[in-house]
C-alpha cells in the first residue's frame, strides 16, 4: 500500500500527533511509529573572507624642500594603493619634525574613488627648521584591514621620507626678567650666573641656536645708558640651555667670569631661523 506523505501529515498534524527532527542536510520525521527519510539538499554560496590588509603601491610629496620666509608654505602628497577583495578605504600620513615634538598630517578617503593626493600646511612662522621625516603611512580597506608603514619600511621601498624646512621664522619675544632687553644695559656681578629668558611661542625643540651660539663680547661703556640692575642669578658651573615648560619660555643660563668685572659685554642669541637677538651687561666686582 502507497503512503500518502502530505496527506498523513494533514491529518495527524492537527492532533499534534507528530514530531520533527532536522539537520543541514536531512530530515527525520517520525510520524505515528512511521519514520520516513527526507532528503534536504542545502545550497551555500561560497564567500571569501577578506582578512589581508592594502598594500602601499606608491608614495611621494613634493617639495622636497620648503622656505617659510616669505609665507606659508604647502607641501602635496602623491600615494596609490592596492587591496584584494574590500577595497582602498584610507590613507593616513603622519610627518614629525626635527625636535620630535611637533607633527603634522594629511589623509584622504575613498568614497568612493581614492583621491591621488593630500597635503600638509606649514605656517609662516613657528615652523621648526630643519628635517622634517616621516614616521608613518597608514592604509586602510573598507572592512577595516590596516597596513602601516614606518620610516624603515618606507625607506626599504624607496620611498622619501625626508622634508627640508629652511627660512623658518620663530615667533620670538623676550628678553624677560631679570634681564631687559636693548636699549637697556644690564648690570650684573661679575662671575654670576645670569638666567636669560625668552619664547618662542611654544617648544620649538633644544636645537634652536645656530652654532657657536649664544656668544657675548666686549662693549664700550657709555655711562649716559640707561641701566638696570640683574636682582636674579642662579647657581651654574656652566652655562645651559634649558626650557621650561610651565612658563612656555627658554632659559639660557650664562656663566659670567670674574674677569669681566669693570667691563661691558653684549650678549649675542643667533637662532636657526637667522635672526639676532641682543642684550647689553656692564658688570661689577
Known amino acids: 500500500m502507497k503512503t500518502n506523505f502530505a496527506e498523513v501529515l494533514r491529518m495527524h498534524r492537527s492532533a499534534r500527533l507528530w514530531r520533527s527532527f532536522q539537520s543541514a542536510a536531512v530530515g527525520v520525521r517520525t510520524i505515528l511509529g512511521m519514520a520516513l527519510i527526507v532528503t534536504m539538499p542545502v545550497h551555500v554560496a561560497a564567500q571569501a573572507l577578506d582578512t589581508t590588509p592594502p598594500v602601499l603601491t606608491a608614495f611621494d610629496f613634493t617639495p622636497k624642500t620648503i622656505d617659510t620666509t616669505a609665507g606659508a608654505a604647502t607641501v602635496t602628497v602623491t600615494f596609490s594603493g592596492t587591496d584584494d577583495l574590500a577595497g582602498m578605504y584610507s590613507f593616513f600620513v603622519a610627518i614629525n619634525s626635527p625636535s620630535g615634538q611637533h607633527w603634522q598630517y594629511a589623509e584622504a578617503y575613498c568614497k568612493p574613488n581614492c583621491p591621488p593626493s593630500g597635503g600638509f600646511g606649514f605656517s609662516q612662522y613657528g615652523t621648526e627648521a630643519g628635517v622634517w621625516t616621516v614616521a608613518y603611512v597608514s592604509v586602510e580597506d573598507a572592512v577595516g584591514n590596516r597596513r602601516t608603514y614606518f620610516t624603515a619600511d618606507l625607506v626599504a621601498l624607496g620611498f622619501p621620507t625626508q622634508l627640508l624646512s629652511t627660512g623658518a621664522q620663530y615667533n ?7 634681564v631687559a632687553s636693548l636699549p637697556t644695559m644690564n648690570v650684573a656681578k661679575a662671575g ?70 669693570g667691563t661691558s659685554r653684549q650678549l649675542v642669541i643667533k637662532l636657526k631661523d637667522g635672526t639676532y637677538h641682543r642684550a647689553n651687561f656692564k658688570f661689577t666686582k
Do not use: H, R
Open 192 to 261: 654670576s650666573a645670569i638666567p636669560v629668558k625668552w619664547s618662542l611661542g611654544g617648544y620649538q625643540g633644544m636645537d634652536i641656536c645656530a652654532a657657536g651660539y649664544p656668544a657675548s663680547g666686549p662693549i664700550p661703556s657709555d655711562p649716559t645708558q640707561v641701566t638696570e640692575a640683574i636682582e636674579e642669578t642662579v647657581t651654574a658651573g656652566n652655562s645651559s640651555l634649558n626650557y621650561d615648560a610651565g612658563a612656555g619660555q627658554y632659559v639660557y643660563v650664562w656663566k659670567t667670569q670674574k674677569a669681566w668685572a
Open 172 to 178: 620670538f619675544t623676550g628678553f624677560f626678567q631679570p
